[in-house]
T-cell receptor, first 115, second 114 residues
Framework: DGGITQSPKYLFRKEGQNVTLSCEQN?????MYWYRQDPGQGLRLIYY???????QKGDIAEGYSVSREKKESFPLTVTSAQKNPTAFYLC??????????????FGDGTRLSIL | AQSVTQLGSHVSVSEGALVLLRCNYS??????LFWYVQYPNQGLQLLLK??????LVKGINGFEAEFKKSETSFHLTKPSAHMSDAAEYFC????????????FGSGTQLTVLP
């Protein structure tokens, strides 16, 4: 079955450490997204990508970085500059960035905590 | 700019009772509207969407929503709640050609009482 795979499901970060969250999709979607979810705040957009080697900052990009070297993959790095990284991170994809009438499909998330 | 307001961060209903989750949007152009459901420690699953056409939209698991332009609302309903409906529900809005894609509401946690 087609879908989005996020790994790991749980991740712990030490002070000063960068960590990378994996997101892989086999839906043949062009657009991919990273969201951060905190209790009571809904989903906030971190980065999004329309095509390979292109990505844009969302609302809360500070302290995060991404790459898009392959269509299927959109890893997110939480850097040491992100002072409050504890959250649930969701990756999503859609057919295309401007195909707004089609839904986004979500992975099952990665829960990141500080040690 | 577009925005979404979900009234009531927590809603409790008895099993078999009507479920009503409220969503109001703000958009300067005709919106596309979505409802998603999230079970604990999982991603979001699409319940239903409104883009154009019929304003009463039916989705999965017996849910439906009605787009009311005059009220800028897209409330989610289900005639009879089931224990398995307990989850968090998110309303989201975008519009045709948007590069920003979805703007989400802050969510409504639905509890179903036996």
């Amino acid at each position: 079955d087609g879908g989005i795979t996020q790994s790991p499901k749980y991740l712990f970060r030490k002070e000063g450490q960068n960590v990378t969250l994996s997101c892989e999709q086999n839906l043949n979607h062009d657009a991919m997204y990273w969201y951060r979810q905190d209790p009571g705040q809904g989903l906030r957009l971190i980065y999004y990508s329309q095509i390979v080697n292109d990505f844009q900052k969302g609302d809360i990009a500070e302290g995060y970085s991404v790459s898009r070297e392959k269509k299927e993959s959109f890893p997110l790095t939480v850097t040491s500059a992100q002072k409050n990284p504890t959250a649930f991170y969701l990756c999503a994809s859609s057919i295309g960035l401007y195909v707004s009438n089609q839904p986004q499909h979500f992975g099952d998330g990665t829960r990141l905590s500080i040690l | 700019a577009q925005s979404v307001t979900q009234l009531g961060s927590h809603v409790s209903v008895s099993e078999g009772a009507l479920v009503l989750l409220r969503c109001n949007y703000s958009s300067s152009v005709p919106p596309y509207l979505f409802w998603y459901v999230q079970y604990p420690n999982q991603g979001l699953q699409l319940l239903l969407k409104y883009t154009t056409g019929a304003t009463l939209v039916k989705g999965i698991n017996g849910f439906e929503a009605e787009f009311k332009k005059s009220e800028t609302s897209f409330h989610l309903t289900k005639p009879s709640a089931h224990m398995s409906d307990a989850a968090e529900y998110f309303c989201a809005v975008t519009y045709s050609g948007s590069a920003r894609q979805l703007t989400f509401g802050s969510g409504t946690q639905l509890t179903v009482l036996p």
